[in-house]
């Protein structure tokens, strides 16, 4: 994975897009460069307030892919982002009108709180700040004169905590017409489009034909951090031994006689006894049914969690091996280099003259003369 600058992260900020896969990538990056989380969520900040509105919601979702992603590997980015997301809100709420952004973030918001990524007065701040509700002042003829500002203060804390309450109301009113509007499209005699539908709702993507009221499709939101290997191994362990795969009652139920799921076997009864067995089979069947049914329900609900984890895992998977190929070809490099340079020091050598084969120089010459004699030859 490359190094971190300031300069860097500035680049990937601007090539950032809606794209899932976009926002994943530089979220991972990110969380890989923890150790420097005080200058990323600075610079994050700062972008933001410098790009045209439709870019500060893609830096809301990079947000909060990394805030939800890093809990396991620390608080870093959690605590970080809270120093600077009551900024962040008021200035959405101060230079952006856009339903669609508004409708959104209500929706972060809304899973925030939820999955208790942060208290119900954090997320009730950020509410107030978005919609410029908290920062109501109270007016002018409240002073009763005497310098008493007790009665303005009260004021304005109630004018706080309504405004708090309209900004939940409005946005949870929201929330329910959505998944209002969800359970109509759903075809209840499908049994595969509900499966569909709890799938894209856990993993934070839309599910088939549906969209949000103002007719925008939802943002990718992440179901969690990618799952240990261990934790993914488990939970396909244990879809092995799930009531889809369960011969033993599978066969009991292709066994139940026809006369309990036939009406027409009714009118065939001649006597008391006869219908109380039948009653008794009936009862019986019933309650072999019911308690399948719930096993299938269990396990359609155990599916979609195992879904989500696989494709968080995936592309958990996919970022390791680009970082893996990036720092191979790096290998790569510095190896052809270094075999340049080993050939070069061989041709080098190759080229010196052999000493072991040069004349003895020393044999038949007459010895140096010593210092004495260069002393007397100078006199």
């Known amino acids: 994975m490359s190094a971190f600058t300031e300069s860097a992260l500035i680049k990937k900020l601007s090539e950032l897009n809606t794209s899932q896969q976009s926002i994943q990538t530089l979220s991972l990056w990110l969380i890989h460069h923890r150790k420097h989380h005080t200058v990323i969520v600075q610079t994050w900040q700062r972008e933001l307030q410098k790009v045209p509105e ?3 919601l893609t830096f809301m979702y990079l947000a909060n892919d990394v805030i939800q992603n890093s809990k396991k590997k620390g608080p870093e980015y959690g605590k970080e982002f809270s120093n600077v ?7 959405i709420g101060d230079t952006c009108k856009s339903d669609k952004l508004m409708g959104s973030l209500g929706r972060i918001l809304n899973i925030w709180q939820e999955r208790g ?3 119900a007065k954090t997320i009730a701040d950020y509410r107030s700040r978005l919609h410029h509700e908290a920062a109501a002042a109270p007016p002018a003829g409240n002073s009763n004169g005497n310098g008493n500002d007790n009665g303005t203060k009260a004021s304005s804390e109630t004018k706080h ?15 329910d017409e959505r998944q209002s509007k969800s359970k109509r499209m759903r075809t209840p005699h499908h049994v595969t489009a509900q499966s569909a539908a709890a799938t894209a709702a856990a993993a934070g993507e839309p599910a088939a034909g549906q969209e949000e009221e103002n007719g925008h499709t939802p943002p990718y939101l992440p179901l969690g951090e990618p799952p240990e290997p261990e934790e993914l191994i488990k939970a396909l362990t244990s879809i092995e031994n799930s009531a889809s795969s369960d011969a033993l009652v599978r066969e009991r139920i292709a066994k139940l006689p026809s006369e309990i799921s036939e009406i027409s076997c009714i009118t065939k009864l001649e006597d008391k006894e006869k219908a109380k067995v039948l009653a008794r ?3 019986e069947a019933v309650d072999l049914l019911n308690d399948y049914n719930a096993r299938l329900a269990a396990e359609m609900e155990e599916r979609t969690k195992l879904a989500a984890m696989l494709r968080d895992f995936q592309a958990e998977q996919k970022e390791l091996l680009a970082q893996a190929e990036q720092r191979l070809d790096e290998h790569k490099k510095k190896l052809a280099k270094m075999l340049g340079l080993q050939k070069e020091i061989r041709d080098h050598l190759s080229n010196l003259p052999d000493l ?3 004349p003895d120089v020393t044999g038949g010459l007459a010895p140096l003369p010593s210092a004495g004699d260069l002393f007397n030859t100078l006199h």
Do not use: C, I, M, W
């Open 117 to 119: 990524v942060y208290d």
């Open 161 to 175: 905590s309504k405004a708090e309450k309209s900004a939940e109301k409005r946005d949870k009113r929201k929330h």
């Open 281 to 283: 089979q009936v009862n």
């Open 54 to 56: 439709a870019k500060k």
């Open 356 to 358: 072991t084969q040069l």
């Open 85 to 91: 997301l009551p900024k962040v809100f008021g200035h």
